[in-house]
């Protein structure tokens, strides 16, 4: 509970709404207690009195009563017949959908259809119809109000609760002997409880402006009893002579729908697990920096050579009042023509990793709280990627570097064609034609191997194969003649002969081209295929670093090895892939020491304290590790007292 209200209370607008609401709902329940004239006491003689008169400090009507009191009054009234109307839609119309949404058949097409018939009639008309049967009052305009809004609970709630009701967890409950009824009530009310009390915060605030909207047109309230409506219907006969009369009401209306609805959208963000997280929110153009001690120094000479230069990076992701520590001082340099390889399980913060590259990390939540990303582009000296403006940083994305995403179906643009969606690639950043970037699209087509590469530009993502998404993701990098593409799990979801044309892809256009490639994956077979050097990662860390072929023949670091042992052999018919035990420490509490201490059957207690520095074994291997394997204990000894 204290969750929820700390997210509510983040929400500004929602804080906003909810003390304006909390004030009017504090009035009306003291207003017996005020000391207020009595709100249906005529007074000719005084009618139409102004503003702070002396015994009437909001003034009086055209009957010269009181009009703070019936503002008070009518309040009551008001809030008390919308949220009354309010239950009673989201009871039955929350019956009606979950009934519906569980059961299906001739139930959900009976209880659906009859939903229909009411939705078939404008809301409004349907109201003063049914109020027109049982004649004006404030009771009738309730249930007029609470029936034209049924529908729209049931509709939403029905929705919900047809994703549940095949779920295996319901399977489940019958196996294990529940009856409907109980089924019901444990099961499938739980789950739709949350869209019952988002949809009922968000239309509490329009039934009492529809109910004051029965009471303007004098079907509500009636003399001499008063409600916020059936006062604004009065007071508009006056807005010449005493505007006051109506314009007071309908400000008390214009406050209370608005606080309502404002705190309403505030439960519908905490409640929502997407919304509370910031995925729904909109991203910042590049990631939010936030580098408290940025050197933003150039390169040393000795690393001039370098293509891409990375220098204790991190990035976190605040959610609430945690922090994830996703990346957390990784290092790392690119060489021209260099296929680096990052490996980890899932989760060890290798795309946060690359996407923090070109301030792609979605902000909020995240946040790039250190380090330096120095690039040495053929275009310009070196400079520090984390320094740009978000306009700089563009003309770098898909021109100096180039990323090819793990779902292509999910990146490409649903309703535009590949073709275009190239086109729109190559003009961002070179000053083509449509017809000159077209010709250009077609032969980036066929030179990442798409068959019939004129009629494929034609077609939408939908139409191609995943491997043929992939391919068209690969010559989008392509189209600018990037220096580095960063390649982000590309054959993940692929059959096993795609991955292999992928792969021999990759490789051929590094040949070709003599592009760098920061190629990222779980398996130590692509690597061993594409990759010159690799760096294993863990926990937001980099643990090993090497030449390929080095790490694998020897490895040094035990989480290194037990990566290594995860792949099957072919040929090998003795060698079964072992499992890792246990799972990775929660990104929000790292412990101190070495992360893989928990996991690893040589940890011992040095391994738990004190921060384990990545170090130098020989002149091109380096390892996070206190004892690191393969070596005699002489040098592990060294490596230690360092």
Known sequence: MMAFIRL???????????????????????????????????????????????????????????????????????????IAASLVAALLGSLIGILAGYFGGRTDNTLMRGIDMLMAFPYILLALAIVAVLGP??????????????????????GATVGIAHREF??????????????????????????????????????????????????????????????????????????????????????LVMSINLLGDGVRDALDPRLKSGALSRPAPMTRIRRHE?????????????????????TDFEVGRQRYHAVNGVSFTIQPNECL??????????????????????????????????????????????????????????NDVAYVFQDPLSTLHPLIKVGDQLVEAIRQHQPLSHPAARELAVKLLGQVRIPNPEQRASQYPHELSGGMRQRVGIAMALANDPELIIADEPTTALDVTVQAQILSLIQHLREEKGTSV??????????????????????????????????LDNPRHPYTQRLIDCVPRLGEPDHEPAAIPGLPPPANALPAGCAFAER???????????????????????????????????????????
Not at 294 to 313: E, H, I, Y
Not at 534 to 547: D, F, K, L, Q, S
Not at 617 to 634: H, S
């Open 8 to 82: 509510l209370a983040r929400n500004r607008l929602a804080a906003f709404g909810a003390l304006m609401l909390l004030l009017l709902l504090l009035l009306a329940l003291v207003t017996p207690l005020l000391p207020l004239l009595d709100p249906n006491i005529t007074d000719p003689a005084n009618r139409l009195q102004p503003l702070f008169s002396e015994g009437h400090w909001l003034g009086t009507d055209q009957l010269g009563r009181d009009i703070l009191s019936r503002l008070l009054w009518g309040m009551r009234i008001s809030l008390a017949v919308g």
């Open 137 to 158: 009052g404030l009771m009738n305009a309730l249930y007029a109000i609470a029936i034209v809004n049924i529908p729209f609970f049931a509709r939403n709630i029905r």
């Open 170 to 255: 319901i399977d489940a409950a019958r196996l294990s002997g529940k009856g409907n009824t109980r089924i019901l009530a444990t099961e499938i009310l739980p789950n739709v409880l949350p869209v019952i009390v988002i949809t009922l915060s968000t239309t509490v605030g329009w039934m009492i402006l529809e109910t004051a909207g029965l009471s303007f047109l004098g079907l509500g309230a009636q003399p001499p009893q008063a409600d916020l409506g059936s006062m604004l219907g009065e007071g508009r006969r006056m807005m010449i002579n005493a505007p006051h009369v109506a314009t007071l009401p309908g400000l008390v209306i214009f406050i």
């Open 294 to 314: 940025s050197s933003g120094a150039a390169p040393q000479k000795s690393r001039d050579t370098a293509l891409l230069r990375v220098d204790d990076l991190r």
């Open 341 to 398: 390889g990052l490996v980890g399980e899932s989760g060890s913060g290798k795309s946060v990793t690359a996407l923090s590259l070109l301030g792609l990390v979605a902000s909020p939540p995240g946040i790039i709280n250190g380090g330096d990303i120095h690039l040495h582009s053929r275009h310009q000296p070196s400079r520090d990627l984390l320094s740009l403006k978000p306009r700089e940083i563009r003309h770098i994305r898909g």
């Open 518 to 551: 920061l190629f990222i994956t779980h398996d130590f077979g692509v690597v061993s295929q594409v990759c010159d050097r690799v760096a294993v990662m863990y926990a937001g860390r980099i643990v090993e670093i090497g030449p390929t072929q080095e790490i």
């Open 600 to 642: 690893c059957d040589l940890a011992e207690p040095r391994c738990r304290e004190g921060n384990i520095e990545l170090i130098a074994t020989d002149k091109e291997r380096q390892v996070r590790c206190i004892k690191p394997l393969g070596l005699t204990a002489k040098i592990s000894e060294g490596i230690e007292h360092d």
